[in-house]
């Protein structure tokens, strides 16, 4: 699973939750850079370090030893959360994990080294294990 080996702050604080901010198209990462096939985002979400590899076990499996791969994102965000059945008040919760905030646009996943069926299945699939919608471009 990834996370930081080392981190500055432990809790950040939340962000905003505004749709328009939310669903604004990055500019950072849009392009496919390494690879020949990609997965994209068309949707923003938060990704945990469990779902990226989750997505990266599929697109793994799918490569091979012939093929390689490149994870363009990274969890760096820690996100916290309270113990349950604990009262309103006393602070912030404690760590919880940490993710990566996707907005719509980014590449997150590229292939190379694979036919262009096997690539895009492999990729479709990984997709399905992310909470939100993809897509898969070519260079």
Do not use: Y
């Amino acid at each position: 699973m990834l996370f930081p080996k080392k981190v500055k702050h432990r809790k950040w604080q939340t962000g905003r939750k505004s749709p328009e901010k939310l669903n604004r198209p990055d500019t950072r990462g849009i392009t496919v850079a390494f690879g020949s096939f990609a997965l994209k985002a068309t949707t923003g979400s938060r990704l945990t370090s469990n779902q990226i590899e989750s997505a990266r076990k599929v697109i793994a499996r799918a490569t091979g030893k012939g093929g390689k791969m490149w994870i363009r994102v990274f969890p760096d965000r820690p996100v916290t959360q309270k113990p349950a059945e604990v009262g309103m008040g006393s602070g912030k919760g404690d760590p919880k994990g940490f993710v990566f905030q996707v907005q719509p646009g980014r590449v997150l996943f590229e292939i190379d080294g694979v036919p262009e069926a096997a690539a895009r299945a492999s990729l479709r699939q990984a997709g399905m294990k992310l909470p939100m919608k993809t897509t898969v471009v070519a260079r």
